[in-house]
T-cell receptor, first 114, second 109 residues
Framework: DVKVTQSSRYLVKRTGEKVFLECVQDMDHENMFWYRQDPGLGLRLIYFSYDVKMKEKGDIPEGYSVSREKKERFSLILESASTNQTSMYLC?????????????FGDGTRLSIL | QKEVEQDPGPLSVPEGAIVSLNCTYSNSAFQYFMWYRQYSRKGPELLMYTYSSGNKEDGRFTAQVDKSSKYISLFIRDSQPSDSATYLCAMEYGNKLVFGAGTILRVKS
C-alpha cells in the first residue's frame, strides 16, 4: 500500500512566522502535490513537483513556496504566515503517468494561524 | 462558474437506501474521472476511477460518466452507516486534478 505521511496532524503558529509542512511518501512516486482544503471550496492545488528539484505552481501559489531535495520528500513553506492561511493541508503523490494513475493522499495537517 | 460543481449536501439517508452523488463539469478536456471518500480527520481515499463514458461497478459502488452531458455520478447501493463520509469527485487533464467541493453523506442506522 502507498503510504503518504505528513509530519504533523495539528499545528498552531502565529502570524508572521515561517512555517514548514513536511510530507514523505514511500512508493518511489515521481509526482508530489500540495493542496489546501477549505469548506465549500474543496481541494485547491498550491504547488506540485514531478521530479527532484522541480516545481510547478498550482492554482493558489501566492504566499507559499516548496522544496523537493529528495524524491520521497516534499515540503510546503509558508514564508510569512497569515490568518487566511488557516486551513487543512493535504499532500499527495502519484507515479509518473499522471493520466492513468490516481493520486494517493496523506491524512492532512490542520494548520491554525493566530 | 466553477469548473466542477458538486452539491455540498449534507445528504441524510436511512440505512439500506440507494444514494446518488453527482457532479457536473464545464471543461470538455477532462479525461479521467474519480471519486474519493474522505472520513473525518483523514485524507481522501480513492473509491472509483473511470476513463470512458458508461458505468463501472465495484461491489456496492457504481460510477457513471456521461461525457456528452458533462455529468458524473456515484451510486451507493444498500448504504451502511460506515459509508458516512464526504465524497469528492475529481477530474483530470494534463498534470492536474480538479476537485468538486465534496458532498457530506450521513447514513442513519
Amino acid at each position: 500500500d502507498v503510504k503518504v505521511t505528513q509530519s504533523s496532524r495539528y499545528l498552531v503558529k502565529r502570524t508572521g512566522e515561517k512555517v514548514f509542512l513536511e510530507c514523505v511518501q514511500d512508493m518511489d512516486h515521481e509526482n508530489m502535490f500540495w493542496y489546501r482544503q477549505d469548506p465549500g471550496l474543496g481541494l485547491r492545488l498550491i504547488y506540485f513537483s514531478y521530479d527532484v528539484k522541480m516545481k510547478e505552481k498550482g492554482d493558489i501559489p501566492e504566499g507559499y513556496s516548496v522544496s523537493r531535495e529528495k524524491k520521497e520528500r516534499f515540503s510546503l513553506i509558508l514564508e510569512s504566515a497569515s490568518t487566511n492561511q488557516t486551513s487543512m493541508y493535504l499532500c499527495a503523490s502519484s507515479p509518473i503517468k499522471i493520466g492513468n494513475q490516481p493520486q494517493h493522499f496523506g491524512d492532512g495537517t490542520r494548520l491554525s494561524i493566530l | 462558474q466553477k469548473e466542477v460543481e458538486q452539491d455540498p449536501g449534507p445528504l441524510s439517508v436511512p440505512e439500506g437506501a440507494i444514494v446518488s452523488l453527482n457532479c457536473t463539469y464545464s471543461n470538455s478536456a477532462f479525461q479521467y474521472f474519480m471519486w474519493y471518500r474522505q472520513y473525518s480527520r483523514k485524507g481522501p481515499e480513492l473509491l472509483m476511477y473511470t476513463y470512458s463514458s458508461g458505468n463501472k461497478e465495484d461491489g456496492r459502488f457504481t460510477a457513471q460518466v456521461d461525457k456528452s452531458s458533462k455529468y458524473i455520478s456515484l451510486f451507493i447501493r444498500d448504504s451502511q452507516p460506515s459509508d458516512s463520509a464526504t465524497y469528492l469527485c475529481a477530474m483530470e487533464y494534463g498534470n492536474k486534478l480538479v476537485f468538486g467541493a465534496g458532498t457530506i453523506l450521513r447514513v442513519k442506522s
